[in-house]
C-alpha cells in the first residue's frame, strides 16, 4: 500500500513540475488558427482575465501568426450570450475580421471547448466536395500559463498540433500565489481530463453527448 502511494505522489509531483515547465513555454512561428479559451464576461463586456486572453490573441493575429481565431466558451446562467460570441465583439471592435472568427460556443470546460474546436477547425479545413485537406491543423493556444500544459495534452488527443502562446498579462499571473494555487488544480485537472476523455472514447461517446445527459 505504501508503494502505491509513494508511486501517486511521485506522479503527481512530477504532474505539478510539467504544468510549471510548459507554463514557461511560448512558441514561435506560423499556425492555422489561434484558439483562444474562454473566461467570465459580465453583460458581453470580458472580464479581465478574458480580456487579458483576447488581448494577446489579437496581438498574435495583428503579427499574421494565423490564419483564423477560434473562440471557445458557452453561456453560463444568466448569461445573455456566450463567452466565445462576448470575445467576438471583443476583436471585431479592434479590427479583426467577423469572417475570419470560428465559435464554439457550447463547451463549459476545458475538455469540451478543446472538442468543439476541434471540429471547427476540422470542418472549416475540408474542401467543397468533402476532401480533407488538413489532417493535424496547428494552432497556437491563449489561454494563462498554467492552463497550457492540459490544453496541450486536450489538443493533442484531439488531433490537432498545439504550439503554447499563454498571456502573461492576466491577473491570475501577477498574483503568484494564485498562480501557484491554479497549477495545484491543474494537477487534479489533467489526469481526471485525460482519463475522462479516454473512457468516453471506449464507451463511444463525445464530451458533449456526456454532458447532454
Do not use: K
Not at 466558451?73 to 444568466?78: D, E, F, L, Q
Not at 471547448?113 to 496547428?138: K, Y
Not at 488527443?157 to 501577477?174: D, E, K, V, Y
Amino acid at each position: 500500500m505504501s508503494r502505491v502511494i509513494g508511486t501517486l505522489l511521485m506522479g503527481w509531483v512530477l504532474c505539478v513540475a510539467l504544468i510549471f515547465i510548459w507554463s514557461r513555454r511560448s512558441a514561435s512561428g506560423h499556425a492555422n488558427a489561434i484558439v483562444v479559451l474562454g473566461a467570465a464576461h459580465y453583460g458581453g463586456r470580458p472580464s479581465p482575465v478574458l480580456r487579458a486572453r483576447l488581448d494577446h490573441a489579437l496581438g498574435l493575429w495583428n503579427g499574421a501568426r494565423a490564419d483564423r481565431v477560434v473562440l471557445t466558451g458557452g453561456r453560463r446562467p444568466g448569461d445573455q450570450i456566450s463567452e466565445a460570441a462576448a470575445g467576438r465583439r471583443y476583436l471585431v471592435r479592434r479590427g479583426v475580421p467577423t469572417r475570419v472568427i470560428l465559435l464554439e460556443t457550447a463547451g463549459r470546460t476545458s475538455l469540451a471547448s478543446m472538442e468543439g474546436a476541434a471540429q471547427l477547425l476540422q470542418a472549416s479545413r475540408t474542401g467543397r466536395r468533402g476532401d480533407t485537406v488538413l489532417v493535424r491543423p496547428r494552432v497556437l493556444l491563449v489561454s494563462d500559463p498554467f492552463h497550457m500544459l492540459r490544453l496541450d495534452v486536450l489538443a493533442r488527443l484531439h488531433g490537432l498540433h498545439p504550439l503554447p502562446s499563454p498571456t502573461r498579462t492576466s491577473p491570475i499571473s501577477a498574483n503568484r500565489a494564485v498562480a501557484v494555487e491554479y497549477m495545484l488544480r491543474e494537477s487534479i485537472a489533467l489526469p481526471t481530463d485525460v482519463a475522462l476523455l479516454l473512457w468516453l472514447r471506449l464507451t463511444g461517446q463525445t464530451v458533449r453527448e456526456s454532458t447532454a445527459r
